[in-house]
């Protein structure tokens, strides 16, 4: 299954023209979770989630020095997306709450979207079956945009990879997606998605 939102047109033009001139800004198409087994419960994960993250920066400033701004925004991002995989593969028990945590992580504008696609986004309607999660392989890629010296917006290119288990038997968890992110207060808010899960998240 798959899952696409678009943002509003004024922010996917100012998005577009902040990573036109960027190499690192590959799209790819992302879906969440949803095949074989998915992540743990209220109990800790097994084994802590190291995400790997490659940053870069870009930014319409005279003398904006790129390093230095993909240095200084990329623990906060890092947290963010963390968080991120966290609460959508590694937490089944946000299903009984509504995927509350989750869902607050997406602007207001794309929030019902989202809600009704939280079978490409998280593990949504496999959730109450998972009884543990053993995170694999997770990174992402992300180009920044900056505004008077800023962060602005990001578009982020994550996978993730681990190993649920159920009452039935284990399987692989496999999720592929890019993510439109815009700055704000408090912190980063997804404002669009393209998302795989399963066999089709390569």
């Keep these: 299954m798959s899952a696409r939102m678009r943002v509003p047109t004024a922010l996917l033009v100012a ?20 095949t074989t087994s998915p992540p743990s419960t209220a109990a800790p994960a097994a084994g802590p ?11 319409p400033e005279r003398g904006f020095n790129p390093s230095q701004a993909a240095k ?4 906060d991002l890092r947290r963010f997306l963390t968080h991120y995989l966290t609460v959508a593969f590694l937490q089944p028990q946000q299903a009984k709450k509504g995927w509350r945590d989750f869902l607050a992580m997406f602007d207001p504008t794309v929030r019902a979207s989202a809600k009704r696609q939280l079978d490409a986004l998280a593990l ?3 959730a109450p079956k998972v009884t543990a999660v053993r995170p694999g392989r997770a990174g992402a890629r992300a ?9 602005a917006a990001a578009t982020v290119t994550i996978s993730f990879d681990g190993t649920a288990t159920t009452a039935q038997g284990s399987g692989p968890v496999r999720v592929h997606s890019v993510l439109q ?11 669009a998605y393209d998302s795989k899960a399963g066999e089709d998240a390569r």
């Design 72 to 75: 200084r925004v990329t623990p």
């Design 181 to 191: 992110l815009v700055a704000g207060q408090p912190g980063w808010r997804i404002a």
């Design 15 to 34: 998005v577009a023209l902040l990573l036109a001139g960027c190499s690192s800004g590959k799209k790819q198409q992302p879906k969440a979770a949803q």
């Design 49 to 59: 989630l190291q995400l790997q993250l490659t940053t870069s920066a870009v930014g």
């Design 143 to 151: 180009t920044v945009l900056f505004s008077d010296n800023r962060p």
């Design 124 to 126: 949504g309607s496999v």
